[in-house]
């Protein structure tokens, strides 16, 4: 059955959007009685039919519903310099919200070579790619944060920064716990800066390295990403 996103969803009758209206009834052609199924971005999940194949407003019947599904017992932050070109990066929020994340802070290093981003365009990807993996829950993503800025903040996660060229450090797989929240920090291409490592490990970050290989923003991610998920399982 197709998959779509809707946030508000109340009683047993509901409105689909009218984008996902037309992708319902322009693109994928689907009529009267055709089965479907929600996704809320906050847990729920919902078995409907088509009621009113309208391509502006299309009305569904809302059969069953489950509500917490997917829900885990932990969550994954990760905060990524956004890569030089846009698809590199749109990959990694589409990879990573498959795999599994719970929120994503774009940052602005020292290196970075991307400093602005459209996040509209960027939280189309993340609903896209949650509905095709057919996930109940949405990735928060935020607005893109000087790096300063945000390792001031204060978390309650688990916090670790990886780091290119420091090899003597432990693997993030070594240090991560099941059950623990965790926030990793993943660098521009050039790596982060001497300084900010020195600011993210005062501020409580823990220094580690993805693997032996040199990879790139996107990939690392992606690697933190399922690692965390692979702990975890």
């Given at each position: 059955m197709h998959t779509f996103y809707t946030p508000d969803i109340h009683g047993k009758i509901h409105q689909l959007e009218k984008k996902e209206s037309q992708h319902c009834i322009n693109v994928l052609r689907l009529q009267e009685g055709d089965r479907i199924i929600l996704v809320d971005g906050k847990g729920g999940y919902y078995k409907a039919k088509i009621k009113i194949p309208d391509k502006y407003k299309c009305t569904i019947e809302i059969i069953s519903s489950k509500h917490g599904v997917g829900k885990k017992n932990f969550r994954l932050h990760i905060a990524i310099a956004p890569t030089k070109n846009i698809n590199r990066f749109e990959w990694f929020l589409e990879k990573a919200t498959e795999i599994g994340i719970d929120e994503i802070t774009p940052l602005l290093c020292e290196r970075s070579e991307r400093k602005t981003i459209r996040n509209e365009r960027l939280e189309k990807v993340i609903v896209s790619?949650?509905?095709q993996s057919v996930k109940a829950y949405k990735p928060k993503l935020n607005r893109i944060t000087k790096f300063s800025e945000?390792?001031?903040?204060?978390?309650s996660s688990t916090k670790?920064?990886?780091?290119?060229?420091?090899?003597?450090?432990?693997e993030l797989k070594e240090?991560?716990?099941?059950?623990?929240?965790?926030?990793?920090?993943?660098?521009?291409?050039?790596d982060f800066s001497p300084k900010e490592i020195h600011h993210a490990t005062k501020n409580g970050?823990?220094?580690?390295q993805l693997g032996t290989s040199r990879l790139r923003t996107e990939t690392a991610g992606i690697v933190a990403c399922h690692t965390v998920n692979m702990v975890n399982q």
């Open positions: 790619a949650m509905k945000f390792i001031s903040i204060k978390h670790f920064i990886a780091c290119c060229d420091k090899k003597s450090n432990p240090l991560a716990t099941k059950g623990d929240d965790t926030l990793i920090l993943i660098g521009p291409e050039g970050f823990n220094s580690i």
